[in-house]
Structures are given as C-alpha cells and as structure tokens.
C-alpha cells in the first residue's frame, strides 16, 4: 500500500470536500491545518483543529478494510497506541446528523488526543 499527498488548491476547503462529516466533527469551530491523500481509491483527510487530531478515511465505491484502517493510523499517528483512539463509523455520522450520505460508500474517522500541545 502506498499513502500518497495529493495537492490542494489554495482556494479548497474541507467543508466543501466532505462537508456532512465535517459539520458533524467541527461544527463552526476553526481547523488549524488539513492534508489529503489518497490510499488507492480511498481518500484520506488528516485535519488538526488545535483539540485533536482526525483521521478520515472516505471511499465511495467499497467499504474501507481494517489492514486500510491500521495502515493510515501507524502513518499518520505513529507511537500513538491504536487504544488511544477513538472511531466513528458513517452510521454513527448519518445518525448524529439525521441525513443519509449517498456520496460515500464508507467513511471512517480515527480521532487522536493532539499532542502538540
């Protein structure tokens, strides 16, 4: 498997990429950072918004693997114990936010304490 950043447009913004999943994190709060990058035909979003770290694995073709999950997670977060995490699944997000997401097939989102500060 090859984690690969794709370059984002100075004008791009998160909310328009995956915009029911991140009103469901972040409501109107502020995001410091995000990267993209694609794992294959899966898309991952690594976004920091000064609290924590997230991790957000959309596919809108098949259902995300867990060797997928697992691989991102010691890529993105490393040394952080996979126990350390906490993740949602797009039921859980179709569910909190009462809207069916018909673009995605899955989505997954690991949630990491931000060390950082």
Do not use: Q, W
Not at 23 to 51: H, P
């Amino acid at each position: 498997m090859k984690l690969i950043e794709v370059p984002i447009k100075v004008n791009t913004s998160l909310r328009k990429m995956i915009p029911n999943t991140i009103s469901y994190l972040y409501g109107n709060t502020a995001i410091r950072y995000f990267r993209k990058y694609t794992l294959g035909n899966t898309s991952v979003y690594f976004v920091d918004n000064f609290e924590h770290l997230d991790v957000i694995l959309t596919n809108s073709n098949r259902n995300i693997r867990e060797d997928e999950i697992k691989f991102v997670s010691e890529r993105l977060l490393p040394g952080l114990p996979i126990s350390d995490t906490t993740r949602f699944s797009k039921s859980e997000i179709e569910a909190a936010r009462h809207h069916k997401i018909r673009s995605m097939k899955d989505i997954v989102i690991i949630e990491a304490p931000n060390s950082a500060e």
